[in-house]
């Protein structure tokens, strides 16, 4: 079975700094897609990044970029430059790409990590 | 209005009460999600809709019982629940439930609190 662990239940950053949010996950799979989402305060989660587990190049999006290690079968997120609205609940996910002897349509979440921004 | 919205922002049910949770996606979408956040553990997907026909049910309570009428609604009917079912419930669309990478768009979830 996948699992998806986040080592770090909460992590603060100092405004403008930069932090690491880490994500290590099993699976026996070559093929899936690794996301992090957040959630802020208002509950709504939203898509922050995601990486293709057959690319290499390092997914960027502006201040968030992922360091994905498949063979150590890690996907952590640096977020630099922090800003006051990055605060928020940071869940890693992990789905496969296609069914095998099961469903691929389940996206198994992390239990999340708590990032304050101090300012 | 935008995106993923849920109705009611919040509930408070007794264990005999029925109830019903309300999604609609104005995304133009395909699939549909119900996922339930507890605290303390991870996101746990529960239904998923693909035009509006059930794709997934991942070994849910029955009294939990999930309804798309149509590929913008989405709806989760609650009767006798147990107080271990208080959490926070999150709705999700996406244009389609393949493939893997696709962008789940999230509502703000309903948050549940069984008495």
């Known amino acids: 079975a996948q699992t998806v662990t986040q080592s770090q239940p909460e992590m603060s950053v100092q405004e403008a700094e930069t932090v690491t949010l880490s994500c290590t996950y099993d699976t026996s799979e070559s093929d899936y897609y690794l996301f992090w989402y957040k959630q802020p305060p208002s509950r709504q989660m939203i898509l922050v990044i995601r990486?293709?587990?057959?690319?290499?190049q390092n997914a960027t999006e502006n201040r968030f970029s992922v360091n994905f290690q498949k063979a150590a079968k890690s996907f952590s997120l640096k977020i630099s430059d922090s800003q006051l609205g990055d605060a928020a609940m940071y869940f890693c996910a992990y789905r496969p790409e296609r069914n095998s002897g099961g469903s691929n349509y389940k996206l198994t979440f992390g239990k999340g990590t708590l990032l304050t921004v101090n300012p | 209005e935008t995106g993923v919205t849920q109705t009611p922002r919040h509930l408070v049910m007794g264990m005999t009460n029925k109830k019903s949770l309300k999604c609609e996606q104005h995304l133009g979408h395909n699939a549909m999600y119900w996922y339930k956040q507890s605290a303390k553990k991870p996101l746990e997907l529960m239904f998923v809709?693909?035009?509006?026909?059930?794709?997934e049910n991942n070994s849910v309570p029955s009294r939990f019982s999930p309804e798309c009428p149509n590929s913008s609604h989405l709806f989760l009917h609650l009767h006798t629940l147990q107080p271990e079912d208080s959490a926070l419930y999150l709705c999700?669309?996406?244009?389609?439930?393949?493939?893997?990478?696709?962008?789940?768009?999230f509502g703000p979830g309903t948050r549940l609190l069984v008495l």
């Open positions: 999700a669309s996406s244009q389609d439930p393949h493939p893997a990478g696709e962008t789940q768009y």
């Open positions: 809709y693909s035009l509006e026909e059930r794709v």
């Open positions: 990486q293709e587990a057959y690319k290499q």
